[in-house]
């Protein structure tokens, strides 16, 4: 699953090319590919899935300790989400929380 | 009737058993898996990371009051850790496994190893198998790492380069996996099994020595034995002249399997029997006391009665929770009640890789200062039942690299409040 982001103009179905056009490192790409693969799962975890997300964070985070690879200087498409602070309650915090559910409520009562 | 039911096989389970058995008491230990220790490093991490800070902890004892107030290590402080994890290493030495701490600063403070990760990072580690400590990337000694062509858990290319990038001088070489096997779909635990065969040690310890150059290190993915680790580590540092150190490999982990083999042995000594395939289905409670649980087995659902009961069964990783698509979030066992949001909205963050990890990871199950369950208004909810480990609430272990500081040293205080003794202060080494 790719993000906006990710689809550059005049490639087909927003497919990237498989050289690296942004002379991304490996730490980079990966830390990219785990970001995706997170927003894609995020909205069916639960149970079993949960369980196997946790054994992710394990061998990611535990073992390897993929968070703390060294990124260099180098940019990807994801940079400036990783500049954005998402904290729960702050300005570009996710839709969750009681404001999503505010939301729907709004929108129901409308 | 016994005197400890302890529900969950990994480390804390284990841990609190080997506890409870040496105080005496008729122990068993029933469980639906073994635990998370084959998929781990099988070092010790006590704390590697506080939440929210880039930068590693460089002393975990120190660093414990930065954690918050309600996270289990707070409630326990560093003198009782301390014992706890010398009564691990006791455990571990007299299995015949080395489990060691770096040497401590002047002031008699702790400090976290900083070993290779199997993608180059720095862990930071409190307790590491002797077989890891060469590795530490505090010493200035250039890295051979040497990798097996087609061995596909461990990549040394990688994890040269990643080091490299953080200043230390490495360089990589790779032998034929011939050597050890000619199957092509070996994993590191038949590898490690079929490094015992001497005439395949004695090989590869001729091979290490032609590439070698002096003063070097030698990095090797953990696949040096299993039942004859230490042989084999001093086998090939003879045969090499230099300092040899395992980096653990992606799962299975052979360090994991040799941890867990040793605390199975010990507990086997202590005459504690360790069911795995038996998970709780069911339970009796009347009033505020426990009075059975029946797991599976092969046939008929088992009762078991014991005076005092111990949930260890890790939470979401070990299976200990589940939740559905409603946002319904349960203990499985006993219905204990937990902290976590019963909201699926609540449960993560838009990052994976967020500093303050993923709000679900942190809730669990509640304890008072003796590690029994309470509920929300910090009522006790059985007499006889305690908890430790993976499940407990207001940490995330994984986030924290706590995880097996956590298993053990909660299980070892839950054991102890259980028996109705003070951890022993150890003397201070």
Known sequence: ?110 | MLDLLVMGAGLSGLSAAYTAAQAGLHVRVVAKGLGSMHWSAGTIDLLGYLPGQEEPVDEPLTALTHLPDAHPYRQLGATRIRSALATFQAMTESAGLDYRAHPQRADGAERNWLLPSPAGAVRPVLLAPAAQVAGDLRRDEPILLVGFEGLRDFFPELIAENLRRQGHTVRTHFLPLELITDRHDANTVQLAHGLEAPTVRHGLGTALRQVVRPGERIGLPAILGVEEHHAEMAELSDATGVPLFEIPTLPPSVPGVRLHKALRAQLLKLGVRVEAGMEVQEFGASGDRLDWVATATSSRPLKHRAAHYLLATGGILGGGFTSDHTGRFWEVALQLPLTVPQDRRAWFRPGFFDPQGQPVFNGGVAVDDAFQPVDGRGRRVYANVWAAGGLLAHADPILERSLEGMAIVTGIAAAHAIVGTEIPVAAHS
């Open chain 1, 1 to 110: 699953m790719q993000s906006p982001q990710h689809i550059r103009p005049g490639e087909k179905n927003g497919a990237t090319p498989a050289t690296n056009p942004q002379g991304a490192t490996p730490n980079l790409l990966l830390r990219d590919f785990l970001q995706e693969r997170w927003k894609g799962l995020t909205p069916i975890l639960w149970g079993q899935q949960l369980k196997q997300e946790r054994l992710d964070e394990l061998i990611y985070l535990s073992l390897m300790n993929a968070d703390h690879l060294p990124l260099d200087e180098t940019v990807s498409p994801l940079t400036e989400f990783y500049k954005t602070d998402t904290t729960p309650g702050g300005p570009n915090a996710l839709q969750s929380d009681d404001a999503a559910a505010q939301a729907h409520e709004e929108a129901g009562h409308a």
